[in-house]
């Protein structure tokens, strides 16, 4: 099923520079629908994994707020002209520190994603992290479309260190799945958010356990518009983590299979150096020679 255009996806056509920001691997979900935008060959993007701080999840909304508003500020010195919050716990909790520190515009995915589960039939679930859920940021957002709607959010914490650590389709991650549909068919669920941009690595394996009988959704894929896994390795970017890049590499490789760019490591105090002084650029010697050469099909 081809889905509409999102009212995100008419704005974020106009923008040339984009840039991301996840706690880790998740926000490559978020990249790969994004090759589906118009022209989107003609963009470059920069993405950028807090992997040294990851997973948000269990953060507390302070925490996340400062990291939030010093990756914004850091991006911003990468000449982006618009910021995907390619991580729905950050979007969740700390949105007004990103609009706060952005002078470009930022969008969420958890609004296009609440938008067309509320226009569906059924009760609704939204697979989260634990303070995603504790939130309720898709269950307030989605009565705003359909005040009558039916909506359960939960935790779902291990599935982040799965993708995290490259077990997509290892035994762990299928006994986790396994346990998190049956919660959802003794819920009677018809509809599934993936709450959390980590979470679209599984829906080819929750679609298989769950057969016919809920329909996953993956915010990113409303945001571009389309059903299609198009690859993101025909994009143009840079990719930046502020944890171990060879690491990151090999997971990136495991969940998209292939990897976009070189990936560079940064340190957190580059980020926080960032947001105390806004003219501040990262030196050359604090990022080094990249660790990870792409890996193109």
């Known amino acids: 099923m081809q889905l509409p255009m999102t009212e995100s996806e008419n704005q974020l056509a106009r923008f040339r520079r984009i840039g991301l920001f ?14 589906n935008l118009p022209g989107a060959q003609d963009r470059s993007f920069v993405y950028l994994g807090d992997t040294a701080r990851c997973p948000y999840g269990n953060r507390e909304p302070g925490e996340i707020s400062a990291f939030v508003a010093q990756i914004v500020t850091w991006l911003e010195t990468k000449n982006v002209d618009a910021i995907i919050m390619a991580c729905n716990t950050s979007a969740a909790l700390a ?36 303070s995603t859920a504790k939130s309720r940021a898709f269950s307030r957002t989605i009565a705003e479309f359909n005040a009558n709607a039916q909506v359960i959010e939960f935790g779902c914490p291990e599935l982040v260190l799965l993708a995290e650590s490259g077990q997509i389709d290892s035994p762990q991650a299928l006994s986790v799945l396994t346990k998190y549909v049956a919660r959802l068919q003794a819920e009677e669920v018809e509809t599934v958010i993936l709450g959390c941009t980590h979470y679209p690595f599984f829906k ?7 057969g016919s009988q809920m329909t996953f959704l993956d915010p990113a894929q409303i945001l571009s ?26 997971t990136a490789q495991i969940c998209l299979g292939y990897m976009p760019w070189t990936v560079n490591s ?3 105090t580059a980020l926080e150096r960032c947001l105390c002084d806004r003219l501040f650029s990262i030196p050359r010697e604090s990022v080094p020679a990249p660790v990870a050469a792409p890996v193109v099909p």
Not at 104 to 115: N, Y
Not at 233 to 247: E, W
């Open 22 to 35: 996840d706690s880790g691997v998740g926000g490559l979900s978020v990249l790969r629908r994004l090759a």
């Open 95 to 130: 949105r007004a520190a990103a609009d706060s520190a952005a002078k470009v515009p930022v969008f969420d995915l958890i609004t296009a994603a609440s938008e067309a589960a509320a226009s569906r039939r059924g009760k609704i679930a939204v697979m989260a992290t634990a």
């Open 204 to 210: 080819r394996q929750l679609e298989s356990i769950a």
């Open 225 to 250: 518009g389309t059903n299609s896994n198009e690859s993101a390795a025909h994009l143009s970017g840079d990719m930046y983590v502020t944890g171990n890049a060879s690491s990151f590499a090999a």
């Open 266 to 268: 940064i340190e957190i």
